[in-house]
Nanobody
Framework: QVQLVESGGGLVRPGGSLRLSCALS????????MAWFRQAPGKEREFVAA????????DYASAVKGRFTISRDNTKITMYLQMNSLKPEDTAVYYC????????????????????WGQGTQVTVSS
């Protein structure tokens, strides 16, 4: 019943910026914690950033902290990942994920914590 759709991926030069979006449908957005993960060819899916259902609690992987910002707009039922100072090693398929955490305001970092996933959007950082 829960559907997640990512958008905003593409080709960007090193040092450039990109903003990813993830729209949720089928449930009440404000009850779901959200997160971004990424997966490069031949590698396991890894945690990027997470945000609680209220947006008040966030967490980032050390590799992206200070460069990426996760946010959400509960009116537009959309989550965002603002990516700045992009590096070639950021190249991957980026996935959004969600989990119903109501009434708590928790966030989660593990793949197995999330039952709902989007289809992914490709981000390529290259000169």
């Amino acid at each position: 019943q829960v559907q997640l759709v990512e958008s905003g991926g593409g080709l960007v030069r090193p040092g450039g910026s990109l903003r990813l979006s993830c729209a949720l449908s089928g449930r009440t957005f404000s009850t779901y914690a959200m997160a971004w993960f990424r997966q490069a060819p031949g590698k396991e899916r890894e945690f990027v950033a997470a945000i609680s259902r209220s947006g008040g609690n966030t967490d980032y992987a050390s590799a992206v902290k200070g460069r990426f910002t996760i946010s959400r707009d509960n009116t537009k039922i959309t989550m965002y990942l603002q990516m700045n100072s992009l590096k070639p090693e950021d190249t991957a398929v980026y996935y959004c994920a969600s989990r119903n955490t109501y009434p708590s305001d928790d966030y989660y970092r593990a793949v197995y914590d999330y039952p709902y996933w989007g289809q992914g959007t490709q981000v390529t950082v290259s000169s």
